[in-house]
């Protein structure tokens, strides 16, 4: 075996690539729809920003970076997520100054070092997208309503919404101090990575995924229980408009997620069909995290969600994806002198648009004819020594079976008038 490629990464070959076409194909349609914008950032920033951005007792931050000092003794990290980026592009491009809110979306590649198994891979692809500069409670519901809607028309079904509030700084302190309270006696069962969260993030605890951690924090008082007045109305009002779009959720009151600047609205989608690795998208509100990296205090709200996933839930579900291939027009010359024609037909027909393929290794015309056939090839012209001196090529209709001669000149009229290539108009 030659050079493999690093572990938990994979190529996207012809025949896959279509899928993930057809994917970001839908996204895009539905970002367009709903107004969302795309944005394009880095796919490597300073470290600092996810440090302080995605948050230090994050397991993004404490395991999962790529991080190396470039030539200039710079600490860079390849990006684990798109929130943060978005948040200092932002700033960076004073989108404050646009009219608010900034709906903008991506898709690409995130990188974390992960241990892999099933579904969890170091390169993987997300499509997120965030509301930058809107406080309001239907905000938070557009952006569920976005998903669901996008994941309706992908055929996914057995889909589940949970949702949860996880407070504001003010009402987060109290549901700290209680928490503390209540886990006091407990702490020494608790997980190496719990122990820690105890004092640093001690809500993280309550959706540690260790079963004896879920056990000790079964009782535990939870943010819903200690929500100040304006992050209850706030979750009430979510809760009303999902209602009114019809969309079902489940109340998850130790979902917290494991992002560290979220706020309010936490909230993830699942889909049956993946087993553990169930959750194909997360989210939720972060209203102190464009301040936290360096810009004006700016509300937000945001999710993410894995391509790889998505495409692996599709494929459990049998749903098939249309993919819609070009029939193309294959050139078969024969000889030299038939192929430079050949050649000046082929750069003709594409500056109109036709799909047209020529034989590149020299074969004789049954291979040709049999590369025609595995190209599914609608039509096929083949010029030899007596059509080049007739000047016509024979045409041969590979869905009818039937074949004529068209003088070389008149070729391409027949084509774009036939308008029958791939069933498409021209
Ligand atoms: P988990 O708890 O499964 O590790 P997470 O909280 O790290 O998830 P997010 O950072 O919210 O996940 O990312 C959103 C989505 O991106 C996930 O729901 C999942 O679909 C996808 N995702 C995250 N990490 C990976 C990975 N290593 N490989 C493939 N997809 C991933
Ligand atoms: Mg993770």
């Not at 952006?143 to 889909?159: F, N, S």
Request: proline fraction near 4%.
């Amino acid at each position: 075996m030659g050079i493999q490629r690093p572990k938990g990464t994979q190529d996207i070959i012809p025949g896959s690539v279509e899928k993930w076409h057809y994917l970001e194909e839908q996204i895009h349609a539905i970002c367009s729809e709903y107004g969302y914008k795309e944005i394009r950032t880095p796919i490597f920033e300073a470290t600092e920003l996810f440090q302080r951005g995605v948050g230090e007792t994050t397991d993004i931050v404490n395991k999962e970076m790529y991080t190396f000092l470039d030539k200039g003794e710079r600490s860079i990290t390849l990006r684990p997520e798109g929130t943060a980026s978005v948040c200092r592009a932002y700033s960076e491009n004073k989108l404050y100054a646009l009219q608010q809110p900034v709906k903008m979306y991506y898709l690409g590649p995130m990188f974390r070092y992960e241990n892999t198994q099933a579904g969890r891979f170091r390169q993987f692809h997300q499509f997120g997208a965030e509301v930058l500069g809107g406080e309001d409670p239907m905000v938070d519901a557009e952006i569920i309503c976005l998903i669901w809607e996008l994941l309706r028309r992908l055929g996914l079904k057995g889909l589940e919404v949970q949702i949860n509030s996880v407070g504001c700084p003010k009402c987060r302190a109290e549901h700290r101090t209680r928490l503390q309270e209540f886990l006091h006696e407990k702490k020494a069962g608790l997980c190496a990575d719990c122990q820690n969260r105890f004092s640093k993030n001690p809500m993280r605890i309550l959706d540690c995924k260790n079963k004896t951690c879920q056990t000790l924090t079964e009782n535990a008082p939870t943010t819903l229980d200690t929500l100040c007045e304006d992050c209850s109305t706030h979750f009430e009002k979510v809760k009303s408009y999902l209602e009114i779009a019809d969309i079902r959720y489940r109340i998850n009151p130790k979902m917290v997620r494991g992002l560290d600047y979220y706020q309010k609205t936490a909230f993830e989608i699942s889909a049956e069909g993946i087993g553990a690795q169930s959750a194909i998208c997360g989210g939720g509100r972060y209203d102190g995290l464009v301040a936290e990296i360096g810009g004006p205090p700016t509300p937000g709200i945001g999710f993410a969600m894995g391509l790889e996933r998505i495409l692996s839930v599709m494929e459990k579900q049998n749903i098939q994806i249309d993919t819609d291939p070009v029939s193309p027009i294959i050139l078969a010359a024969l000889g030299d002198h038939a192929r430079k024609e050949a050649f000046k037909l082929m750069s003709d027909f594409r500056q109109a648009g036709l799909p047209v393929i020529m034989d590149l290794l020299g074969r004789g015309l049954k291979n040709q004819l049999k590369y025609a056939d595995r190209e599914h090839a609608r039509y096929v012209l083949i010029i030899g020594d007596d059509e080049l001196a007739k000047k016509v090529a024979v045409v041969r209709d590979m869905r009818l079976g039937d074949q004529q001669e068209i003088a070389i000149e008149n070729i391409k009229t027949f084509l774009i008038e036939n308008n029958k290539i791939s069933g498409k108009e021209l």
